[in-house]
């Protein structure tokens, strides 16, 4: 599952829907919702998104520590795909 935050207090990009729309199409769930700062110790991995940040793992927040894990490297490498150039055949 991917819990994201509700849209209410940050910019909700296209980044930010790219991002669910292609963890979707992997058929990971994601849930939008308010999530509160005690609960960060019960993630396993974390990442943030966004025009120039694209997909980025997040290490640390406090005393709580992530490992990109394999929904975040997932994201990352479909985001690139997404959104770098194809090669034009010779």
Sequence with gaps: KLHTPTPDCFL??????TVIE???RRGIEVIERAIMPGELALFSEMFICGTAAEVTPVSEIGPYRFTPGTITQTLMNDYSAEVQPKAKAA
Excluded: E, F
């Design 12 to 17: 909700d990009g296209i980044t930010r829907r």
């Design 22 to 24: 292609l963890a979707r």
